[in-house]
C-alpha cells in the first residue's frame, strides 16, 4: 500500500489541465511532460514496447509469462485533470486511520469534508483517506487510475508466480475535454478487449454511460448609451440569463441522477455586446438526447421573437455516445470483471455512468472497453477524496483480472 500511495502522490502533484481552445494534441504541455514521466517509469519497473507518440498517448506492454491462448487485455486511464477546478500547486493531504468524524481540509478558509454533508464518507472509518487541502481538485480523476495501474503491472512484473497473457496498457490525454479517444490507434494498442479505470467508489461497474454533445451559445447584443437606452438596447447578459432559465429548470445535474439526463451550464462571459455560454447536454436514451439538442434551437428561436435584433448562434458537437450495445454483445467482459470483483472480496455495483469514459468511444472504434472503480469521490472539485484501500482493492481486481484471462 505505501507503493501505491507514494505513487499517487506523486502523480497528482503533476499539473496537467486540458485547454479546450487549443486543438493541438495534447492540449497542454504539462500533459506531455507527465507522459515523458510515466514512460521512464514504465521502463524502469519492466514494462516493454513503451511508447509515446507526437499527441501524448503513452502505450506500453507487459508481455505474457506463460502460453496463453487467452485474448490479449488492456488497461486505460486519462493523464488530465478537470479544467473546471484549481488544479496548480496541488498539496493532498494523508489522514491515517479516519475516525468517521469532519476533517478539516483548510483551517484558514474554513473548508470542511463532512459526512454529514457528504454521507458516504463515514463509510471509511478506519481507512487512510487521502484529501485535497482544501483550494484545488485532488485530480484522482484520474491519477488514481493511472497509479492502479502501473502498480498492479509492477505487481505481476515482482512476482512471476502469477501467470498471465499478454498485457496492453495506455495513458490518454484530454479525456475531461471530450478528446481523449481522437487519436487513439486501436489497431497499434492491439488488445481484445479493454477496461477503462475511471470510476469512483469501490464496487463500481460501468458499461452504461451518457450519450454526450458540447454546446456553446453566442448571443449578439446591442450596446447603447443606458441613459438613452429605452428600446434600443439589448443586453445579451440578460439575454443568455433569460435563455438558461427557458431550459427545464428540474434537468441540471445538481438535481438529478441515475438515467435522468441534464443540461450543464459550465461557463459564461458576457458583456452588453457580446455574451458566450458553454454547455454540455447529457442522456442515456438517444431519443431524449436528440431531443435535448432540438430543444437549444427551440429556446433560441422563442429568444429571437422576443428580442428583435438580437442575434444567437448555437454551435452543437456530439463527443460520445452510449457504449451499452456495444458492451452486452461482448457481455462475457462484464462476466470476468464480476468474477475479478468477487475475488477480491467485492460485491460489485453495477449502475450507468453519469459521466463518459474513453471507454465510450473506444467500444465504438473496436475495441469492447467497460469501465472499473478506482475508489475516488466527489471528483472535480476541493472536497474530492479517495481512501487508500479501495485503490488497493482496484490494483487487486487489475491482478485478477490479468491472471484469469488466461482461462479464457
Do not use: W
Amino acid at each position: 500500500m505505501q507503493t501505491l500511495l507514494n505513487r499517487f502522490l506523486d502523480y497528482v502533484r503533476f499539473e496537467t489541465r486540458p485547454d479546450e481552445n487549443n486543438p493541438s494534441s495534447p492540449s497542454s504541455e504539462s500533459q506531455m511532460l507527465f507522459a515523458e514521466r510515466l514512460a521512464g517509469e514504465l521502463e524502469k519497473i519492466g514494462m516493454t514496447e513503451v511508447i509515446l507518440d507526437g499527441n501524448g498517448y503513452l502505450m506500453a506492454t507487459l508481455p505474457a509469462n506463460c502460453e496463453s491462448t487467452g485474448p490479449v487485455i488492456g488497461f486505460i486511464a486519462h493523464m488530465d485533470t478537470s479544467p473546471e477546478a484549481p488544479s496548480e500547486n496541488i498539496n493532498p493531504l494523508v489522514h491515517p486511520d479516519y475516525d468517521g468524524k469532519e476533517i478539516i481540509l483548510n483551517q484558514e478558509k474554513g473548508i470542511i469534508l463532512s459526512p454529514a454533508e457528504f454521507t458516504e464518507l463515514a463509510r471509511y472509518s478506519g481507512q487512510t483517506i487521502i484529501t485535497t487541502d482544501g483550494t484545488t481538485l485532488l485530480g484522482a480523476d484520474d491519477k488514481a487510475g493511472i497509479a492502479i495501474i502501473v502498480t498492479a503491472c509492477e505487481h505481476l512484473i515482482t512476482n512471476p508466480g502469477l501467470k498471465h497473457g499478454k498485457i496492453r496498457i495506455a495513458f490518454t490525454p484530454d479525456e475531461e475535454i471530450g478528446r481523449g479517444a481522437d487519436n487513439f490507434d486501436v489497431r497499434r494498442f492491439g488488445a481484445g478487449y479493454a477496461y477503462t479505470l475511471d470510476g469512483g467508489g469501490i464496487g463500481e461497474l460501468e458499461y452504461e454511460n451518457f450519450n454526450a454533445a458540447a454546446a456553446t451559445v453566442t448571443i449578439r447584443g446591442r450596446s447603447v448609451h443606458p441613459g438613452t437606452a429605452k428600446g434600443t438596447m439589448i443586453n445579451s447578459i440578460t439575454v443568455a440569463a433569460e435563455f438558461d432559465s427557458l431550459l427545464p429548470p428540474g434537468e441540471r445535474p445538481e438535481q438529478t441522477e441515475g438515467y435522468e439526463g441534464f443540461f450543464h451550464l459550465y461557463d459564461i462571459k458576457g458583456s452588453v455586446e457580446e455574451t458566450v455560454m458553454k454547455y454540455i447536454i447529457r442522456d442515456h436514451d438517444p431519443v431524449k438526447f436528440s431531443e435535448r439538442k432540438k430543444s437549444l434551437a427551440e429556446v433560441a428561436e422563442n429568444i429571437r421573437l422576443k428580442y428583435n435584433g438580437a442575434e444567437i448562434k448555437i454551435s452543437l458537437k456530439d463527443q460520445y455516445f452510449n457504449m451499452k450495445e456495444i458492451i452486452q454483445a461482448n457481455y462475457y467482459i462484464i462476466e470476468a470483471a464480476v468474477e475479478a470483483y468477487r475475488k477480491a472480496g467485492i460485491e460489485p455495483i453495477i449502475k450507468p455512468v453519469r459521466g463518459g469514459t474513453d471507454g465510450a468511444r473506444l467500444s465504438f472504434m473496436g475495441l469492447p472497453c467497460p469501465n472499473l472503480f478506482t475508489g475516488g469521490h466527489n471528483y472535480h472539485g476541493r472536497y474530492e477524496y479517495i481512501p487508500l484501500q479501495s485503490m488497493e482493492k482496484a490494483v487487486e481486481v487489475v491482478v485478477n483480472l490479468c491472471t484469469s484471462a488466461i482461462k479464457h
